[in-house]
């Protein structure tokens, strides 16, 4: 503020000097002796077109230029300036300017590469401006013991159709305002300023002087912050962050005395911000700022990925210093397949609703961001997509989340319902320019039936609860860095016996269509997109278990898997007719998991068993013979 009063009284003292002038009044010199000592007080070129007066009452000036010092390229400009005073006063060594009315002025500041200001050149600047000692309004020493100055005193400034360009070097914008109109009483000082600013913003200042401090109530309409990139650019510098054109109505008080104090409400209207690919969309919420603090209330944002709404949350806490951001959050999630929207492959990840609460911490100069939430999520599916583009799905009911999160490093917890069981999922999630993620997953009593139905791979013909651990890690959702080891157990587990039907057709035992186990046990390894599953091993009472085999994630399947028979149960069924605890029966699955073909040893087994029981019996004829004959 004090800039622009100095820069009108520079008017003043244009006019002014034309009192120090009158015995040039005449004389054509008189323009050019202005410009001269005012060149001389300002360290730059002034041009002045010319000067006139009615000496009793008022002086003119047309088109006056001031040039940035040390370039030819234009500070300031007015188009006319009027100014009326009291001729006796100047008897007295005084000047009482009743009114200055200054019309079309045009001020152009601009921001150097180096941080540095172009009116920072006007290095003699004296700011005390109701007396000017020497009668010099700039001066490089000021001897304050000194008080034969002229003494001069402005009442009214009136300032119409006045233009401020501001070219910023450093972050490379350029911008201008609107036409802004200017009535300021200086003493006591009360001034009022109203236009328009650079996006058509409306605004309206109105202030005084209160005690040591100037107090000014400030109110702007319309406000578009791209407009002001230049004042933010260095806060959001590295950061992946792009601010659309917005719309925010600004209402507050501002105090300038020993130091910069200012209350202000504001409205955003829109605003629309892009951090790493993730538009949060504000609207319609207010804010306070007060010294340098903003106080976030029940503020709503509204989170869009690809323009499909899947959060929305709302904010109580403070942004400090525009750097340090402490608030609690209460987000609500929407349906969305965020796989989709991040543009991970042959996966999918669908909520359908659900809620988080937590707190973020966060200082930008200090490069640390930390979070911690608590949420329930009724429903969650996830999903991986085979090559032939068929869904294997896993869903999850009553999901509860917990995560903490220092610098992009999630430590998440999980758990919830699934197949009619439980899981449990304790990983670590750091992003930083990739997403490397480990998790160990922990399952309880998950029917297999159920994930066989839902998946359409019923003709599976083994199935029981599952419960097991397994640990995973991969690289930005790829499924092709997936890898991973882990234990299973089937238990409660149930063969329908497929390709056995031979031995159930001789055996005339129905009971044996569908053979009960007991636990089946496995190692499984996940690498190159395939389970492989070593050390299968199972105890049954009627049969014990063992083989391996893997299942790739094209679901192409390649399993060998032994029975062998127990000695009891062959006692005491009429199994034992057909085979016996030696043999072993070979099953192979091979094929798919939604089409698996069957293979067994059983058809050889019996034409074997077969093939013996005719030699045994031709034997046993031929020594009959034999003994008839001899």
């Given at each position: 503020?004090?800039k622009?009063l100095?820069?009108?009284l520079i008017?003043g003292?244009?006019l002014?000097?034309?009192?120090?002038g009158?015995?040039?009044?005449?004389?054509?010199?008189?323009?050019?002796d202005?410009?001269?000592?005012l060149?001389?007080?300002l360290?730059?070129?002034v041009?002045?077109?010319n000067?006139s007066?009615?000496?009793?009452?008022?002086?003119?000036?047309?088109?006056?230029?001031i040039?940035?010092?040390?370039?030819?390229d234009?500070f300031?400009?007015?188009?006319?300036?009027?100014?009326?005073?009291d001729?006796?006063?100047v008897?007295?060594?005084k000047?009482?300017i009743s009114?200055?009315?200054?019309?079309d002025?045009?001020?152009?500041?601009?921001r150097?590469?180096?941080?540095?200001?172009?009116?920072d050149?006007?290095k003699?600047l004296?700011?005390d401006f109701?007396?000017f000692?020497d009668?010099r309004?700039?001066?490089?020493?000021?001897?304050?013991t000194?008080?034969?100055?002229?003494?001069?005193n402005?009442?009214k400034?009136?300032?119409?159709?006045?233009v401020?360009?501001?070219?910023?070097?450093?972050?490379?914008?350029?911008?201008k305002t609107g036409?802004?109109?200017a009535?300021?009483t200086i003493?006591?000082?009360?001034?009022?300023?109203?236009?328009t600013?650079?996006?058509?913003?409306?605004?309206?200042i109105?202030g005084?002087?209160e005690g040591?401090?100037?107090?000014?109530?400030?109110?702007?309409?319309?406000l578009d912050?791209?407009k002001y990139?230049?004042?933010?650019?260095?806060f959001i510098?590295?950061y992946?962050?792009?601010?659309?054109?917005s719309v925010?109505?600004?209402k507050?008080?501002v105090?300038?005395?020993?130091k910069?104090?200012?209350?202000?409400?504001?409205?955003?209207r829109?605003?629309?911000?892009?951090?790493?690919?993730?538009?949060?969309?504000?609207?319609n919420?207010?804010?306070?700022?007060k010294?340098k603090?903003i106080?976030?209330k029940?503020?709503?944002?509204?989170?869009k990925i690809?323009?499909?709404?899947v959060?929305s949350?709302?904010l109580n806490?403070t942004?400090k210093?525009?750097?340090?951001l402490k608030?609690?959050f209460?987000?609500?999630?929407f349906?969305?397949?965020?796989m989709?929207?991040?543009?991970?492959?042959?996966q999918?990840?669908k909520?359908?609703g659900?809620?988080?609460?937590?707190?973020?911490?966060?200082n930008?100069?200090?490069?640390?961001?930390?979070?911690n939430?608590?949420?329930?999520?009724p429903?969650?599916?996830?999903a991986?997509?085979?090559e032939?583009k068929k869904?294997?799905?896993?869903p999850?009911?009553?999901?509860?989340?917990s995560t903490?999160?220092?610098?992009?490093k999630?430590?998440v917890?999980a758990s919830g319902?699934?197949?009619?069981?439980?899981f449990?999922?304790?990983g670590?999630?750091n992003?930083k320019?990739d997403?490397?993620?480990?998790?160990?997953f922990?399952?309880?009593?998950?029917?297999?039936?159920?994930?066989?139905k839902l998946?359409?791979?019923?003709?599976?013909p083994?199935?029981?609860?599952?419960e097991?651990?397994?640990?995973l890690?991969?690289?930005n959702?790829?499924?092709k860095?997936f890898?991973?080891?882990?234990n299973?157990?089937?238990?409660?587990?149930?063969?329908?016996?497929m390709?056995?039907?031979?031995l159930?057709?001789k055996?005339?035992?129905d009971?044996?269509?569908?053979?009960?186990?007991?636990?089946?046990?496995t190692?499984?390894t996940?690498?190159d997109?395939?389970?492989s599953?070593?050390?299968?091993?199972?105890?049954?009472d009627?049969f014990?278990?063992?083989?391996g085999?893997?299942?790739?994630?094209?679901?192409?399947?390649?399993?060998?898997v032994n029975?062998?028979p127990?000695i009891?149960?062959?006692e005491?069924?009429?199994?034992g007719?057909?085979?016996?605890?030696?043999?072993?029966?070979?099953?192979k699955?091979?094929?798919t998991v939604?089409e698996p073909?069957?293979?067994?040893?059983?058809?050889?087994?019996?034409?074997?068993?077969?093939?013996?029981?005719?030699?045994?019996?031709?034997?046993?004829?031929?020594?009959?013979?034999?003994?008839?004959?001899?």
């Amino acid at each position: 503020m004090k800039k622009l009063l100095v820069f009108f009284l520079i008017i003043g003292v244009i006019l002014f000097g034309v009192k120090f002038g009158l015995d040039y009044y005449l004389s054509n010199r008189f323009s050019s002796d202005v410009e001269k000592y005012l060149s001389d007080s300002l360290g730059t070129k002034v041009s002045i077109d010319n000067i006139s007066t009615n000496i009793i009452s008022s002086v003119a000036v047309n088109n006056v230029s001031i040039t940035e010092p040390g370039t030819d390229d234009l500070f300031a400009s007015v188009k006319k300036a009027k100014a009326s005073y009291d001729l006796s006063d100047v008897l007295k060594k005084k000047l009482n300017i009743s009114n200055i009315d200054i019309y079309d002025t045009f001020v152009n500041v601009v921001r150097y590469k180096n941080n540095n200001f172009n009116f920072d050149k006007f290095k003699n600047l004296v700011m005390d401006f109701s007396v000017f000692p020497d009668n010099r309004i700039y001066a490089a020493e000021i001897d304050k013991t000194k008080k034969t100055g002229f003494k001069v005193n402005v009442n009214k400034v009136k300032a119409e159709n006045m233009v401020l360009a501001y070219n910023d070097k450093k972050a490379n914008q350029s911008v201008k305002t609107g036409s802004i109109n200017a009535n300021a009483t200086i003493d006591p000082l009360d001034f009022d300023v109203n236009g328009t600013l650079f996006n058509k913003e409306k605004i309206n200042i109105k202030g005084k002087k209160e005690g040591e401090a100037i107090k000014a109530d400030i109110s702007l309409y319309g406000l578009d912050v791209t407009k002001y990139k230049a004042f933010y650019d260095e806060f959001i510098k590295g950061y992946d962050l792009v601010i659309h054109p917005s719309v925010i109505d600004v209402k507050g008080t501002v105090t300038a005395g020993k130091k910069l104090e200012y209350d202000i409400d504001a409205l955003i209207r829109r605003m629309q911000v892009n951090y790493s690919g993730i538009d949060f969309l504000i609207v319609n919420q207010n804010i306070n700022i007060k010294d340098k603090l903003i106080t976030l209330k029940d503020f709503n944002v509204d989170i869009k990925i690809k323009n499909k709404k899947v959060s929305s949350v709302k904010l109580n806490g403070t942004f400090k210093d525009f750097n340090e951001l402490k608030a609690t959050f209460d987000a609500k999630l929407f349906e969305a397949d965020f796989m989709k929207l991040f543009d991970v492959l042959r996966q999918e990840m669908k909520t359908k609703g659900g809620t988080l609460k937590g707190s973020i911490d966060m200082n930008i100069k200090d490069d640390l961001l930390k979070m911690n939430a608590k949420g329930n999520i009724p429903n969650l599916e996830y999903a991986f997509i085979t090559e032939d583009k068929k869904k294997i799905r896993f869903p999850g009911s009553n999901v509860k989340i917990s995560t903490n999160m220092k610098n992009m490093k999630f430590d998440v917890l999980a758990s919830g319902n699934i197949f009619k069981g439980s899981f449990n999922v304790d990983g670590v999630l750091n992003v930083k320019k990739d997403l490397f993620m480990s998790a160990n997953f922990k399952a309880a009593k998950l029917s297999g039936l159920e994930f066989l139905k839902l998946n359409k791979m019923d003709k599976i013909p083994v199935h029981g609860e599952l419960e097991g651990d397994f640990k995973l890690t991969g690289k930005n959702f790829d499924i092709k860095t997936f890898a991973g080891n882990g234990n299973l157990k089937l238990t409660k587990a149930v063969y329908n016996t497929m390709g056995l039907g031979s031995l159930i057709q001789k055996s005339g035992n129905d009971k044996l269509k569908e053979l009960t186990m007991k636990d089946i046990s496995t190692k499984v390894t996940l690498k190159d997109e395939r389970f492989s599953f070593s050390k299968i091993e199972g105890t049954g009472d009627e049969f014990n278990v063992d083989g391996g085999g893997s299942v790739g994630l094209d679901m192409g399947m390649d399993f060998s898997v032994n029975l062998k028979p127990v000695i009891k149960y062959l006692e005491n069924s009429s199994l034992g007719k057909y085979i016996t605890k030696d043999d072993v029966i070979i099953i192979k699955f091979i094929g798919t998991v939604f089409e698996p073909d069957v293979k067994t040893n059983i058809d050889d087994l019996f034409k074997a068993k077969v093939k013996d029981k005719l030699k045994d019996k031709l034997e046993d004829k031929a020594k009959d013979l034999l003994k008839k004959l001899f």
